[in-house]
């Protein structure tokens, strides 16, 4: 091993030229910043040609790999060293250079040695950054040794955060300095072991690749529906003694607004932006550039029709100047009303590019209508069928059930429709009761998957009859509202109380946080308030022991841990539990959990909540990622950490690339209403190749070469079987709600909606869907609409809200 080092780092390179590990003198955990070779081999994992460093190119259709070759390794001093890879068609070297200024450069150069000229059809080098999910159920370990990564591609300014998973700094930024970077790709190592029926049931690392020159080869058929970045996917030729260059700086940061100053320092401007806005908004983006830099032109990008065909718009002249104190910036205001994708790209002065993508969405209550009508229309079973009057697909799992849910909170918060809740009435009554339930005996759950039954499965059930108890008697059929508030009593008593199950693996889940903490509060409320004393006291006392073991194990992080060994869906809902409870320090301890999982990019569908098993890559789930969106929005209304709020709103609106069927970047295309539970945001997707930029369903791995992932999903059909519970969080929360705060500089911001400047003061236009709702939290105030009616601007005034009615 040859050790580089310099003021801030610690480098040590193999004899084979790869870097195995990547350390930060202050850093008091002394992480290593690259897949650990020794814990890969510790483990069984066999990836020995992925490691940091290793590359593979396509020349003229021959394929070249490192691993093939010997490299020669010049050390020069212990602050630099130069690998170099020799071929007769194909020459590449690296170069590793750690000077005194707290940085880390390395310089990529590939050249022709031939006398004729050759074509690359690809050159991929492995940066194996730590993602990791240890196999340790110590939380410890994946807190402070792994590390999240969010891409910022597109143009000449790539940028990766690589954020440590407990939020604690010093986190990792690498700059592109030089080339621009074709893609950025992964590769998953795990191991499932679902049918084993033990938690955790996966444990992996995700591998990422850069792709220097990528032809669309490596993505096989998703490549042609990228209209976002498929003018980068070409090949290029080198004429005889031609090179190619590429550099990156590594370099140490603290937080998220230190990444985007560091880079400004290397030439990239920084974009503050709304990455998703409505047709009845406005979209709202500012530059701050580098030092000496300056705005050419930009162009805002989108499709037009259903062929494909990209409009540019130049909106150059749209930018004015917003000048104060601490910092000089451009900025545009624009309506967009047409929806889909938008790709805004920026030329500087000095002729390179920058880029950003967002979306424009329908009005979201048309989203959730059209949603609820398609879902009644072509997934209620008749009683004919299979299952009579269950909501396809059809699934053991609670997690279907979350589509009945959703249907019910729409009809409660909009007009409702009778015939939708009629058939959601129905299916709870007929088919839920009688699948999870021997002979629809809440105290006898079935063992529905085979010598076990999923205690979160009672989350959904008891979801359903708990907003079935909410709507007037005159839309039920079956039962009166209090019989449905008894039985969503019952179901959350059985849920929560060991006692009320013999095995122990459901003993210890009764334990786990789950989707319960949607509604377990005005539950019991609502027991109170309808005089349920015995249903009241009995749940009322088993939450409040749940709490008590939620704080108790708080210091250990043990709600960090599910079924997987550090899982977004632990951390999420019990910041949130413990929020609801008023465990505000214990919620504090998770808070920045949550904080450094969600992603932050130029690219909106990169903003997703962090998470890999789904895709074997990272991903935007629909469920889990709306779900942990929920929990930082809520959570910050406790907490205050304006952190939470803007990381929650990030990740809701990415969900919803998971029902927008005016996207067209993606070879799954959806019609109105149609959804698929997860959106795999790598490129590619190196395990399955079609899931790059595209949308799925778990029926995708019905022809998985994983015998397992094929065995657990034969049956599984459509790609939407668990949706739901997000959009009743989304509805929960941005759904009604839009905030108001003030930046860093002193500037007031809008989240969940529009602000603009009026006489007296501003005027502040929602995006929710069913706008009853405004905070200022930072103030003190908030604006409530009044009983049945939804209010799409107000006022602010002095710090107050006011009617924005004449």
Not at 74 to 100: P, R
Not at 786 to 794: D, I, N, Q, Y
Request: charge should be negative; charged fraction near 25%; aromatic fraction near 14%.
């Amino acid at each position: 091993m040859k050790l580089l080092r310099n003021d801030t780092f610690e480098v040590y390179l193999s004899p084979q030229g790869t870097v195995e590990s990547i350390s930060l003198t202050d850093d008091p955990e002394k992480m290593n910043w690259v897949i650990d070779l020794q814990y890969v081999k510790d483990t069984g994992y066999s990836n020995q040609d992925k490691r940091f460093g290793q590359w593979s190119a396509i020349i003229d259709d021959e394929v070249i790999e490192s691993v093939n070759l010997q490299p020669q390794i010049e050390v020069m001093d212990d602050k630099s060293a130069i690998v170099t890879f020799l071929h007769d068609k194909f020459n590449v070297q690296y170069d590793y250079l750690l000077n005194n200024n707290g940085e880390w450069k390395w310089n990529i150069r590939c050249s022709n040695p031939t006398n004729y000229a050759v074509r690359v059809n690809g050159f991929h080098s492995w940066f194996s950054l730590a993602y990791i999910m240890f196999r340790d159920p110590d939380v410890s370990r994946n807190m402070k040794h792994s590390c999240a990564v969010f891409p910022h591609l597109g143009g000449d300014f790539a940028k990766f955060a690589a954020i440590r998973r407990s939020n604690e700094a010093p986190h990792l930024a690498i700059y592109s300095t030089g080339e621009r970077i074709a893609s950025f790709g992964t590769y998953c190592s795990y191991v499932n072991r679902f049918l084993e029926q033990v938690s955790p049931s996966l444990d992996g690392m995700l591998y990422h690749r850069l792709s220097f020159v990528e032809d669309g080869s490596s993505m096989e058929q998703s490549a042609d529906s990228d209209w976002i970045y498929g003018g980068d996917y070409s090949s290029i030729t080198l004429e005889p003694s031609a090179e190619r260059e590429w550099s990156f700086v590594f370099t140490p940061f603290k937080e998220q607004e230190e990444f985007y100053t560091k880079a400004r320092t290397y030439g990239h401007p920084h974009w503050t932006y709304s990455p998703v806005t409505t047709t009845e908004g406005k979209f709202f983006a500012e530059v701050n550039l580098p030092e000496n830099g300056t705005l050419h032109s930009v162009k805002i990008l989108s499709v037009i029709d259903k062929v494909g065909t990209v409009m540019e718009t130049d909106i150059s002249t749209e930018f004015k100047l917003v000048s104060n104190e601490k910092s000089k910036r451009l900025r545009v205001v624009l309506p967009l009303t047409s929806a889909g994708e938008i790709k805004l790209v920026a030329r500087l002065g000095n002729g390179k590019y920058d880029v950003i993508v967002g979306n424009v969405l329908e009005p979201v209550h048309n989203i959730l209508e059209k949603r609820a009508a398609w879902l009644c229309d072509n997934s209620f079973n008749t009683s004919q069928e299979n299952r009579p009057y269950a909501f396809l697909p059809l699934s053991n799992q609670g997690e279907s059930l979350g589509k009945l849910s959703f249907i019910l909170m729409k009809n409660l918060l909009s007009p409702p429709v009778p015939a939708q809740v009629e058939k959601v009435e129905k299916s709870a009554f007929f088919d839920l009761k009688q699948h999870w339930f021997e002979d629809g005996d809440f105290m006898i759950p079935k063992p529905l998957y085979g010598s076990f039954y999923r205690i979160y499965d009672f989350d959904y059930i008891g979801h359903v009859y708990f907003l079935l108890s909410k709507f007037d008697k005159s839309l039920l059929n079956y039962r009166n509202p209090e019989i449905y508030l008894a039985w969503a009593a019952q179901v959350m008593c059985i849920r929560l109380d060991p006692e009320c199950h013999q095995n122990k693996r459901e003993k210890e889940e009764s334990q786990l946080v789950g989707v319960f903490i949607l509604y377990i509060a005005e539950l019991l409320e609502d027991l109170k308030e309808r005089e349920f004393t015995y249903w009241y006291d009995k749940l009322n006392k088993l939450w409040l022991e749940f709490v008590k073991g939620l704080k108790q194990g708080s210091q250990g992080y043990q709600g960090a841990v599910t079924e997987h060994f550090y899982d977004n869906a632990g951390f999420g809902l019990t910041c949130e539990a413990l929020c609801l409870a008023k465990l505000t320090d214990e919620a504090e301890l998770y808070a920045p959990l949550i904080i450094a999982n969600v992603g932050f990019s130029n690219d909106y569908r990169a903003n997703a909540p962090d998470r890999w098993w789904e895709a074997l890559s990272f991903m935007a789930h629909s469920l889990w990622g709306g779900l942990v969106a929920g929990a930082a929005r809520s959570s910050y209304e406790t907490i205050g950490d304006i952190r939470l709020l803007e990381a929650g709103y990030r990740a809701t609106m990415t969900m919803f690339n998971c029902y927008d069927w005016n996207v067209q970047s993606t070879t799954r295309k959806l019609k109105p209403g149609e959804a698929a539970s997860t959106y795999s945001i790598a490129a590619p997707n190196l395990n399955m190749p079609e899931l790059s930029r595209n949308r799925f369903g778990q029926s995708i791995f019905k022809k998985s070469s994983d015998p397992l992932f094929s065995s657990l999903f034969s049956n599984i059909e459509g790609d939407d079987w668990d949706m739901g519970e997000e959009l009743v969080a989304y509805m929960r929360g941005f759904g009604s709600t839009t905030y108001l705060y003030t930046d860093g500089e002193g500037s007031l911001r809008c989240i969940n909606g529009f602000i603009e400047p009026t006489e007296e003061g501003w005027e502040i236009t929602s995006y929710a869907a069913y706008p009853t709702r405004y905070v200022m939290l930072e103030k003190g105030v908030t604006y409530f609409a009044k009983a049945g009616e939804v209010v799409k601007s107000v006022l602010f005034i002095n710090g107050e809200f006011e009617s924005a009615e004449v």
